[in-house]
């Protein structure tokens, strides 16, 4: 058999590995070279399996002679990667009638049934697939019971209960190999991450019962608390059990270590206890991963069954990966390896701010941590056009399904009326870091009707705002105030060392001092887009905004510019204050001006009324306004040329806040940023401008600051004619979102409604305002990028728009040798790990 891959004794020089038998297996056969007392395990390869399941058994015989004849065995699923799951173990195989009369003898009659009984019920429903309420009636336990779940299996099935050791065996790896092949189970790990056509390896492994006389049990023990990942021996142990039972609910199971609330496993078998304790550190140290020990204790002596990463939380990862560095187990490089960038956001949502005064509509399952406030939409294809267009949004739906993953991406909270701790919606949830809650069914979702109604009565619709409450369950009607996340001193090292390995620079796209102050928080180095447009729509502002654009001359609207001025000036001091030291790219205004006009009659007249005009007037100059295409309309640097005033009242608004706040700080070096530039002769135009605005600033001022004139390059021609604006210019920051928008003709508002479809048939592979598209606007970005750096060497290139903050997208632009991407705050802590492991990846070679 050792000659044969495929069904192999698991020695310490077996041909054993994770690719073709499982982590599992592979993991048994690091413990037998740890000289653990691991018992005799057989393991059957990926390909073994497969056959099994297109009905080619092995040699049974020969997997059999591999243990003693009177050995009871059990079946363990090894999948390549363990999170991917598997079919459930099934224990106490070989168990029969003879075999129970026998254990009878030796471990007592109770002892014995309760092992084959357990066999019989496994194979009953696992094997025979009967269902599982056909034992429902027996309230027997031990002989009896025994029994009668005999005869129920007889009288179900129509044939008596295999008792031949190889028969038995036969079908339980037929069943378990079938079950991972059916469409279910392949779903199932597909949502995981695995690939369609990973395969399982199966372990068989001689049982240690656990049950019999003396201190006899099973249990799991692992050196960390799994929340935290704090040092904390945790874990259960139940005398006279098998399996995972000590994790059973309502167990009696002991505590491990001393406990003053009752017995422990110390306690009743200290001998045992030591080793596991040191099995475990032996492990950890050894297989440089904290693990989870499967144990059994056989009459005081300790059988170690298999070990397990210790499933954990995000914070716990962070915590583990940093621990076992600085015990010198792994270097820091693998610690920053080992942490999925996208898991950090579970660390790293807002809360709820605890002093906040919280208005419950009702609490529901918190399947997810994390607080978030946005719109209530009721559809994903809302959810998406709602990101498209920078609102946040809260995805509300009954219950979610596979198709709505996309609207869950573009959401900032998710809330279910069905479903629990691992229904879809919490399981993506969680995994994205997206705040969730689930099961909120006293809350009656009329979604059709576009109606949330609370068990008040309250009613909210489509449009309304919410905040989602992921850590307590709580949905709360309105906006509480926020409490940044708590960033602990692992993750602090982590990023550390994340950055000492970063060779391109991450910045965050902040539009506010809120913004800002956790781009700083996350040590984002620098605003690298600020979108100044979202100022103009605070309340006391709009009217002057809408005043701006009814002005009738140069002159008066200028006139109103200055009422605008100190406004402007008034948030660059802000952010430039928060971000001390650091770069602020601003980028000049950029949406239609249309954008800013009531669309309703009630706020046409409204509008009117301020500005002293008939109605018909205001009607007449928006309906003047509207745009067949707004997006490829009268916006960014043709708003520039053709009304330059505004971009002169903000470029001296940015520079007299230079200066104002370089009073105080270190000297800030403004940025400023013309949008959708697709013309050298646009940049010209306005940078003479804007250089004319900063001389006056300075000589009025008396004063001398430098500061950086770049260009966004979103237009498919800006790429192609980079070569021609790059000299007049600092610096390219390519705006991906429209871009894609413009390189594949879709917009980004309306593309949502049919992008499911287009990813499901396999048009696009991913969304690709979610992932850069590295073939068509990779392209582009790479000959932008080449024309640009060519013209003006030295030129900083960089990608401001979402897929900055995505680690694929982070990849595509490293390697296209950019200086920095810039992405949300929240993001920032992702950018910084995601750049992190590529910098390492490739020094890998990998
Ligand atoms: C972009 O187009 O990529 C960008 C960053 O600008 P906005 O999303 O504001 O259009
Ligand atoms: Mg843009």
Not at 310 to 321: E, G, K, L, Q, Y
């Amino acid at each position: 058999m050792q000659n044969n891959p495929n069904t192999t004794l698991i020695t310490p020089t077996a041909p054993v590995a994770t690719a073709t038998h499982g982590g599992r297996a592979k993991c048994l056969q690091r413990l037998v070279r740890l000289d653990l007392p691991v018992p005799r395990t057989v393991a059957l390869s990926f390909e073994a399996v497969h056959e099994i399941a297109e009905g080619r058994l092995p040699d049974i015989e020969a997997i059999l002679n591999q243990f003693d004849a009177s050995a009871l065995l059990c079946v363990r699923p090894s999948s390549e990667d363990p999170d991917w799951g598997g079919p459930g173990a099934v224990l106490n195989i070989g168990m029969n009638d003879a075999r129970y009369v026998e254990l009878s003898d030796k471990m007592g009659a109770e002892a014995a049934a309760a092992l084959y009984l357990r066999f019989v019920h496994n194979f009953a429903i696992h094997v025979a697939r009967l269902d599982p309420d056909v034992f429902d009636d027996i309230e027997e336990s031990g002989r009896e019971g025994l029994r009668l779940a005999l005869r129920a299996y007889e009288e179900e099935t129509d044939e008596s209960f295999p008792q031949d050791r190889g028969e038995q065996l036969s079908a339980v790896l037929r069943s378990m190999a079938r079950a991972w092949e059916g469409t279910s189970a392949r779903l199932l790990r597909q949502a995981k991450g695995a690939p369609a056509d990973a395969g399982l390896g199966l372990v068989v492994q001689e049982m240690i019962p656990g049950v019999g006389q003396g201190e006899c049990g099973s249990g799991v023990l692992q050196l960390v608390d799994p929340v935290t990942g704090q040092p904390q021996i945790t874990g259960r142990y139940l005398s006279q059990s098998q399996g995972r039972d000590a994790l059973g609910e309502g167990v009696a199971a002991l505590y491990l270590e001393k406990d003053p609330r009752g017995r422990s496993l110390e306690e009743v078998a200290p001998e045992a206890f030591a080793a596991l304790k040191d099995h475990a550190a032996l492990m950890r140290r050894k297989l440089r991963e904290e693990m989870q020990v499967e144990f059994v204790i056989e009459n005081g002596h300790v059988h170690i069954l298999d070990g397990v990463r210790v499933p954990r939380s995000a914070r716990a990862a962070v915590r583990i990966a940093v621990r076992l560095a600085e015990d010198g187990i792994i270097p820091p490089q693998e610690a920053v390896m080992r942490v999925d960038p996208h898991s950090l956001n579970e660390l790293l949502h807002r809360q709820v701010h605890p002093d906040a005064k919280r208005d419950v509509l009702t609490t529901g399952i918190a399947a997810s941590p994390g607080a978030a406030t946005g719109k209530i939409v009721f559809t994903s294809a809302e959810a998406q056009a709602s990101a498209a267009r920078g609102e946040a949004c809260i995805l509300v739906r009954s219950e979610t399904a596979p198709e709505d993953v996309r609207g869950m991406h573009a959401a900032v909270a998710v809330l279910t009326e069905k479903g629990g701790m691992t229904s879809h919606a919490a399981v993506i949830g969680r995994g994205m870091g997206l705040p969730c809650i689930v099961g909120a069914s006293e809350m009656r979702f009329q979604t059709k009707k576009e109606h949330l109604v609370a068990p008040d009565g309250r009613v909210f619709k489509a449009g309304d705002v919410l905040t989602i409450d992921g850590t307590s369950g709580q949905v709360l009607a309105g906006e509480p105030e926020m409490l940044e996340a708590a960033l602990d001193d692992c993750f602090q090292t982590l990023m550390r060392w994340a950055d000492a390995e970063r060779d391109i620079g991450i910045r965050a796209n902040a539009d506010t001092p809120a913004d800002a102050q956790v781009a700083r928080n996350f040590d984002a180095q620098g605003i690298g887009l600020c979108r100044t447009e979202h100022m103009f729509f605070e309340p006391g502002r709009l009217t002057v905004m809408r005043e701006m654009i009814f002005a009738q001359t140069s002159s008066g609207r200028a006139a109103v510019l200055a009422r605008l001025l100190p406004m402007q000036r008034e948030d660059f001091v802000q952010l430039f204050r928060i971000m001390e030291g650091q770069p602020v790219c601003i980028r000049l205004f950029d949406p239609p001006l249309h954008e800013f006009l009531p669309t309703t009659r009630s706020g046409q007249r409204e509008l009117a009324e301020a500005l002293g005009l008939p109605v018909s007037d205001v009607e007449r100059r928006v309906a003047a306004m509207r745009e067949y295409n707004p997006m490829l309309g009268l916006r960014g640097v043709r708003l520039g040329v053709t009304v330059p005033e505004i971009y002169d009242m903000q470029a001296r608004a940015i520079f007299e806040a230079t200066l104002e706040a370089s009073e105080e700080g270190a000297p800030v070096v403004p940025e400023v940023m013309i949008p959708l530039v697709s013309a050298k002769r646009e940049v010209e135009l306005v940078k003479a401008r804007i250089d004319a605005v900063a001389s006056a600033v300075s000589s009025e001022r008396g004063k001398t600051f430098d500061y950086r004139l770049g260009v966004m390059v979103e237009t498919p021609r800006a790429c192609l004619r980079a070569d021609e604006i790059a000299p007049h210019t600092a610096f390219l920051s390519f705006g991906t979102n429209d871009l894609t928008q413009m390189t594949y003709g879709l917009s980004r508002d309306d593309a949502g409604r049919f992008m499911s479809a287009y990813v499901q048939q396999g048009v696009f592979a991913e969304d690709p305002f979610h992932v850069l598209d590295a073939d068509g606007v990779g392209e582009l970005l790479k000959l932008g990028a080449e024309r640009g750096r060519q013209a003006k060497p030295g030129l900083t290139l960089s990608v401001c728009g979402e897929h900055g903050g995505n680690p694929e997208s982070i990849g595509i632009c490293r390697a296209l040798g950019f200086d920095y991407v810039s992405c949300s705050p929240f993001r920032v802590p992702v950018a910084r790990l995601s750049a992190a492991q590529l910098a390492i990846s490739a020094k890998l070679g990998g």
